[in-house]
C-alpha cells in the first residue's frame, strides 16, 4: 500500500465532472438528500435548494463527488457563480472547473 500522495494518488487525481451545459435536462428544486455516491460519510441529510447555505453546500459535494448528469441536475449556473468566491472547494477542482466559470461570466 501507498503511503503518499502523488499526482496519480490521492484526490487531485479523482476526474472531475464539468459539463459543458449545466442548463440541460431537468434541476433539482426544493428539498433534496443527495446520493450515496455524492455524500458517502455521515448520516443522511436533507438539505433547501432555496436556502443559500444549503444550496452551497450541495454545490460543494456534487461538483467534488459528483458525475456530470449530477452536475447538470443539482447545479444550476447562475447559482454556481453566485456561491463560486465562498465555496469550499479543493484546489484540483477549481482548476477544473476554472475555464467553465470562466465561460459563464463571459455569457450576456
Same mark, same amino acid.
Given at each position: 500500500?501507498?503511503?503518499?500522495?502523488?499526482?496519480?494518488?490521492?484526490?487531485?487525481?479523482?476526474? /472531475?465532472?464539468?459539463?459543458?451545459?449545466? #442548463?440541460?435536462?431537468?434541476?433539482?428544486?426544493?428539498?433534496? %438528500? !443527495?446520493?450515496? +455516491?455524492?455524500?458517502?460519510?455521515?448520516?443522511?441529510?436533507?438539505?433547501?435548494?432555496?436556502?443559500?447555505?444549503?444550496?452551497?453546500?450541495?454545490?460543494?459535494? /456534487?461538483?467534488?463527488?459528483?458525475?456530470? #448528469?449530477?452536475?447538470?441536475?443539482?447545479?444550476?449556473?447562475? %447559482? !454556481?457563480?453566485? +456561491?463560486?468566491?465562498?465555496?469550499?472547494?479543493?484546489?484540483?477542482?477549481?482548476?477544473?472547473?476554472?475555464?467553465?466559470?470562466?465561460?459563464?461570466?463571459?455569457?450576456?
Amino acid at each position: 500500500m501507498a503511503n503518499t500522495r502523488s499526482a496519480t494518488l490521492g484526490p487531485s487525481a479523482r476526474p /472531475v465532472a464539468v459539463p459543458f451545459d449545466l #442548463e440541460q435536462g431537468p434541476k433539482a428544486e426544493g428539498v433534496v %438528500r !443527495l446520493p450515496a +455516491h455524492i455524500r458517502w460519510s455521515g448520516p443522511e441529510l436533507t438539505y433547501d435548494l432555496d436556502d443559500p447555505a444549503d444550496r452551497a453546500r450541495v454545490y460543494e459535494q /456534487v461538483l467534488r463527488e459528483g458525475t456530470e #448528469e449530477d452536475v447538470r441536475f443539482y447545479v444550476r449556473s447562475d %447559482r !454556481l457563480l453566485e +456561491h463560486w468566491g465562498t465555496m469550499v472547494l479543493p484546489a484540483y477542482v477549481r482548476v477544473a472547473w476554472g475555464e467553465s466559470i470562466r465561460r459563464l461570466r463571459r455569457r450576456p
